[in-house]
């Protein structure tokens, strides 16, 4: 009986000591798995023999063998994981838009820089064809630039788009690995009830994986599975459940991919601000945050240089003196670039039927020294209901409502946006349409083909000059003067003759209106109705009087006239070194044509290369230090979880010399019973 | 804290990596001199850099632009020197055409010789720029601006402007735009006659015939421009509306030599031509004597006094007849005054009568040329004075550029000693890593057991 005990409890000790060996083992051969985590044989005594001399030690067991996890700690490393994929996906993308824009030989400031270059070299000789040629390839060559970055901004568009796909689709590919998973740890813990370490270990591993894509939060079910949350508690995995997310185009906006959420009631189009984290989160907020407002910038910058452009190209005379003013048939071509108009896009979930919407950009507004545009870099939504229309503007959420359309238009004109709506019918309630003002324009600026093909359409001159009689006899001199918008309004009938007498200047032509120094109009009923004259006071026809100050055809008279001195407006006719037109369209490269006067093209390019600069910035400064927090809690993990081969070394010896006391302990047995044999064999 | 062997080798390699990376970045900058190698580096000064480059190509492109304009307005004086020294010949011609003892045949000459004078001058006024538009015929550049129009059997060939009074600017600078032309309007043809308020000339004793005495008047002198201004424009009732010229015309009361100013004025046509009216008393001369333009009535209206603040003084001796006109200025182009003279020396002098005459048509010739050598004199000046402003802007702008550069290269330029210390700095750290890294990692009980 003793010594079998004493074999007996060796045997458990050997037992037990190889358990150890196995799992340190186990454990070295596993030091460089991903997401392994140690595991360490937990021996217990067994219970002892119970005698009159009390109770016997009969050894020991293996109870179980645990592996060293702290879910705290994982999960800690699955959030700044999560974070730091997001991060890092944003990063490696708006470096792209960083480096495209920013680049001193690529970006878009040499080319602007050169084309207005050459519009100078037009007001220097403006009768020099090779000048003028010259003018519309840098034009051509500006809108190559603009196009070629809005290709690859679009090209960024669509690779985002995949990579959203191919995200979700990595994600459906986890869930479903989590949810068999669940499945073989239910059915392998079950019969034991000890924990299947090694399939935990995948499962937590699976779970890191999906907390790279997107981030979740997991919450443990008695059985041992696992459910799987993303967003605001949106089901992933159930148990051994799996719901599919999907990509697909997204309602409001067919362009891009929307991800949504297969429910048995259908798919659920998820809100992008709900899916955060992961690289899935950095795809999403890359593209609402920098690349799509990147590109309306773009395209107002695009549009607004189209659109004043041409306001002001529409003013000039072009070098075979044609102008407004000239009598059908010609060829006066007012406008440099073309440049398509915003674009329109009814939600997919409008009533079969909704009418169409659609908006046009507003001709730059009548003029206060230099004309400008109001569009900003927002895309806007237009929403109906049972009590009107609303329209938002989805940058700062400021909205405009009323009645119908013609109200919205009116509330427009007062603060303008650059753009009016009209509908092809009356709108029906519960309709929604996206309407992005600019993004269009980006790529479809152009400079107009009948130019191109003819530079001598540039319009360089001015149409109009006021002339001194030649046989004047005071010292008054005129300005040659300047036009403004509706200026043909204003020179209906030429050539005006105006006469000086006794202190006033007459003979305007009848039905005129005229304003001295930007003042009131006055209207001239008759031939001899007169204006006061003031030395070096501006005299404006007035052609278009809704702007303030009037415009129309401005001039100067200065010195003293004579009575009888005659003063002469006319058409331009042959003024061909004339460049008035040309140094005003090579003052919009200095005036602030943009955001309602308050930016020139360069000042706007460079606010976005800053906040392009600032936002890359900022996401490397915090990608940096989510790797450090990454790298921290990874630590933190690793220094509970993780193998330490050192340890292992001292663990097999330790093992290895329970191993060899046991078969001591075991030797000892046997010798005393070899000992008993050899008694009772004598 | 517990250490696992991955820590290690993670540890080391992520100190590793971050330094390489460092060092790399580093070397991109030294390599290429740039302190931002994309925007992100320093948003702010990239955004700077790009508003400071477009300042910086806008000042060149101004610099340009004055460039052009200082060639052209070169290229103009020039031709105004040229055209100064062709007119100064004609002067020198005309004052010894002045002399009375020449013959006609000498004069002819030297009208010839002016002809083939007006024949430059025309040239000189039609000069083309190298892009081949004229130099002063305003916005028409491509109109040859002084033509002959075509002659008529009544009058010789007059030179017409064609051009316009447009002004070529040209932006020098942000705010300022500079004319690169002169009119030719304002150059050749709108030039005062006169002594630039009024001209004045003998207009003969009766039909047909020239002043009779001795007298010759001189080309005035405006004592107050004010009164002048005035009575021009509504001081003086002039009984007509065209051709409004006052009169002085001699008579001999008593034997007493004695002139009367007369008003002369017409009304517009085809109205009738009325008879001129005495504007003032019959007062008495003596030779050289200052004649105040002063009316004192003008029956049979109410008596009105009027002082034009001008006077003339007439030499000689008029005769009883003799008439002076005294008229407002009107505008006489050099192509006239030239072609006027070159009429005048081609008529042959006859008697004393018409000597004394064509003493007096010579004197205003002189003038009126003196007048137009004065006008390009100024022209000359205001195109001096935009070439001064061309070099004045000029160090402007280079005083500018050179701000624009050192600004730009404060933003954009990498302080090579920080970095270089910095790259030397990462350097000793890589090395470091890796050095402690191999140590590290050679560190294993294994080996013991």
């Known amino acids: 009986m003793a010594t079998s005990g004493l074999i007996g409890t060796g045997i458990t000790g050997l037992l037990a000591a190889q358990i150890g060996l196995q799992t340190t083992e186990h454990n070295i051969t596993n030091a460089n798995t991903v997401g392994f985590s140690r595991q360490r044989s937990s021996q217990a005594s067994n219970l002892g023999l119970s005698t009159g001399a009390g109770f016997i030690g009969m050894g020991t067991h293996v109870s179980t063998v645990e592996r060293l996890y702290s879910r705290f700690l994982t999960e800690q490393v699955n959030r700044s994981q999560s974070g730091a994929s997001q991060l890092d996906t944003y990063h490696q993308q708006i470096s792209q838009i960083d480096n495209l824009l920013g680049d001193p030989s690529s970006g878009l400031s040499p080319e602007l820089q050169r084309f207005f270059t050459s519009v100078q070299q037009v007001a220097d000789n403006p009768a020099d064809l090779p000048s003028r040629q010259a003018l519309i390839a840098s034009a051509q060559s500006l809108s190559t630039r603009y196009i070629a970055i809005g290709d690859q901004l679009a090209q960024m568009s669509r690779a985002v788009d995949g990579e959203i796909a191919s995200t979700v689709s990595g994600i459906n590919a986890y869930a479903e690995q989590i949810a068999s998973l669940n499945q073989r740890i239910i059915v392998a813990q079950a019969p034991s009830g000890q924990p299947a370490n090694d399939l935990l270990d995948t499962r937590d591993q699976l779970v890191a994986d999906l907390n790279k894509l997107v981030q979740t939060r997991t919450t443990t079910n008695t059985d041992g599975s696992y459910n799987v949350f993303i967003g605001n508690g949106q089901q992933l995995v159930v148990g051994v459940q799996v719901m599919t997310m999907t990509a697909q185009p997204s309602s409001s906006d067919p362009s891009r991919l929307a991800v949504g959420l297969k429910t048995i009631t259908g798919t659920q189009e998820m809100p992008e601000s709900l899916l955060d984290g992961g690289a899935l989160g950095g795809l999403l907020t890359f593209r609402s945050g920098s690349l799509l407002p990147v590109s309306n910038d773009l395209g107002r910058s695009a549009a607004s240089l189209a659109l004043t452009f041409n306001a002001q190209s529409a003013l000039g005379q072009d070098l075979l003196g044609q102008s407004q003013l000239s009598a059908a048939p010609n060829t006066f071509t007012p406008n440099l670039f073309s440049v398509a108009g915003p674009q329109v896009i009814a939600s997919l979930k409008n009533p079969a039927g909704s009418p169409d919407v659609s908006a046009a950009l507003i001709d730059p507004p009548p003029y206060n020294g230099n004309f400008y545009t109001d569009l900003t870099g927002s895309d806007y939504q237009l929403t109906t209901n049972a009590g009107g229309v609303t329209l938002s503007r989805l940058t700062d959420n400021k909205q405009w409502t009323g009645a119908d359309l013609a109200a919205i238009n009116a509330q427009l004109a007062s603060e303008p946006q650059g753009f009016t709506l009209s509908a092809s019918a009356a709108l029906v309630a519960g309709t929604s349409y996206l309407i992005q003002p600019t993004r269009n324009a980006l790529q479809t600026l152009q400079v107009n083909p009948a130019v191109a093909v003819d530079p001598r359409l540039i319009t360089a001159a001015g149409p109009l000059a006021a002339s001194a009689n030649a046989s004047n006899l005071g010292s008054a001199k005129v300005s040659t003067g300047n036009v403004g918008p509706g200026y043909p309004a204003a020179a209906a009938a030429l050539p005006i003759t105006l006469t000086f007498q006794n202190g006033q200047l007459r003979n305007f032509p009848v039905g005129a209106q005229v304003s001295i120094d930007g003042g009131t109009p006055v209207s001239i009923a008759a031939l001899t109705d007169t204006v006061a004259y003031t030395s070096g006071a501006t005299i404006t026809l007035v052609g278009s009087a809704t702007a303030t100050p009037p415009v129309g055809f401005t001039f100067t008279i200065t010195g003293t006239p004579n009575t009888g001195d005659t003063f002469v407006i006319a058409r331009n006719t042959g003024g061909t070194a004339d460049s008035r037109n040309a140094l005003a369209l090579a003052r919009l490269q200095t005036q602030d044509t943009l955001s309602g006067q308050s930016a020139t093209f360069q000042e706007e390019y460079a606010r976005l290369v800053n906040v392009t600069g600032n936002k890359a910035r900022e996401v490397a400064v915090s990608s940096e230090a989510q790797q450090a927090l990454l790298a921290q809690s990874q630590s933190t993990r690793d220094s509970f979880s993780g193998v330490n081969l050192d340890e292992e070394a001292a663990n097999l010896i330790r093992y290895q010399q329970a191993y060899q006391a046991s078969a001591k302990a075991l030797q000892v047995g046997s010798t005393l019973f070899d000992t008993i044999l050899q008694v009772v064999a004598r | ?449």
């Open chain 2, 1 to 449: 804290m517990r250490i696992s062997s991955s820590q290690i080798y993670d540890v080391g390699l992520r100190n590793i990596g971050r330094n390489q990376s460092q060092l790399v970045r580093l070397q991109e900058q030294i390599s290429t001199g740039r302190r931002m190698l994309t925007p992100a580096d320093d948003p702010v000064a990239a955004a700077q850099a790009l508003t400071l480059t477009q300042s910086k190509e806008v000042s060149a492109q101004y610099v340009a632009n004055q460039q052009d304009a200082r060639d052209k307005l070169r290229l103009t004086d020039t031709q105004l020197g040229s055209l100064t020294d062709v007119l100064q010949g004609v002067r020198s011609r005309l004052v010894q055409a002045g002399s009375t003892i020449l013959a006609d045949s000498d004069r002819k000459m030297i009208a010839s010789e002016l002809s083939a004078n007006l024949d430059q001058v025309i040239g000189l006024a039609n000069s083309q720029t190298p892009a081949g538009d004229y130099l002063f015929s305003g916005y028409q550049g491509h109109v040859m601006p002084f033509v002959r129009s075509a002659a008529s059997a009544s009058a010789t060939s007059q030179v017409v402007y064609l051009g316009d009074d447009g002004n070529r600017l040209v932006q020098v600078a942000s705010s300022q735009t500079l004319a690169t032309n002169l009119a030719g309007s304002d150059l050749l043809m709108n030039i005062r006659e006169g002594n630039g308020s009024f001209a004045t000339a003998a207009t003969g004793n009766g039909a047909g015939m020239v002043n009779q005495g001795t007298g010759i008047i001189d080309s005035g002198t405006v004592l107050d421009a004010e009164k002048w201004q005035q009575a021009l424009e509504s001081g003086f009732p002039w009984q007509g509306t065209t051709n409004r010229a006052l009169e002085i015309r001699f008579t001999a009361p008593s034997g007493i030599s004695s002139y009367q100013i007369f008003d002369v004025s017409q009304p517009a046509p085809p109205a009738a031509a009325i008879p001129a009216v005495a504007v003032s008393a019959v007062t008495p001369f003596a030779a050289g004597q200052a004649i105040p333009l002063q009316t004192t009535g003008q029956p049979p209206a109410a008596a009105v006094s009027t002082d034009f603040g001008a006077q003339v003084v007439i030499n000689g001796l008029p005769v009883n007849g003799d008439t002076f006109t005294i008229r407002p200025s009107a505008n006489k182009s050099v192509f006239s005054t030239i072609q006027d003279t070159i009429d005048l020396l081609n008529t042959p002098l006859t008697s004393s009568t018409v000597r004394t005459e064509y003493s007096g048509a010579i004197h205003n010739a002189l003038l009126n040329l003196d007048n137009a050598l004065a006008n390009i004199g100024r022209s000359q000046a205001s195109v001096g004075s935009r070439l001064q402003a061309l070099d004045n802007l000029g160090d402007n702008a280079s005083a500018l550029d050179l701000q624009y550069q050192q600004t730009l290269s404060d933003l954009q330029d990498l302080d090579y000693a920080q970095a270089i210390s910095d790259f030397t700095k990462h350097q000793i750290s890589l090395e470091a890593a890796q050095k402690s890294y191999v140590q590290i990692s050679d560190l294993s009980l294994f080996k013991y057991i």
